[in-house]
């Protein structure tokens, strides 16, 4: 059974920062690129940050380049998001996913970020 457990999440000021983890089950970890994603409260799901299988490749959402970096632990089958520098604009629940058609429908429950200014 695929499951996705993120945490990590909290209240944290402006300008601080959180490291959230994304801890997988379920399939093969480590053949499968991963994803971050956030919602805000009503806006659209927004993808965050991507990591390749073997953790070579990242790449980044404009509004997060240069401040969140994005790594995995293929032993640990954990995928983690480091933010930096965070921002008000930034609170939202965020949520690892699994880059793949096949279990694209898999979601965990998120963990919440609130950033005060």
């Known amino acids: 059974q695929v499951q996705l457990v993120e945490s990590g999440g909290g209240l944290v000021q402006s300008g601080g920062s959180l490291r959230l983890s994304c801890a997988a089950s379920?399939?093969?970890?480590?053949?499968?690129?991963m994803r971050w994603y956030r919602q805000a409260p009503e806006k659209e799901r927004e993808l965050v940050a991507a990591i390749s299988n073997s953790g070579s490749a990242t790449n980044y959402g404009d509004s997060v380049k240069g401040r969140f970096t994005i790594s995995r632990d293929n032993v640990r089958n954990t995928v983690y998001l480091q933010m930096n520098s965070l921002k008000p604009e930034d609170t939202a629940v965020y949520y690892c996913n699994i880059n793949s058609g096949r279990f694209q429908n898999y979601w965990g429950k998120g963990t919440q970020v609130t950033v005060s200014s």
């Open positions: 379920g399939f093969a970890f480590r053949t499968y690129g």
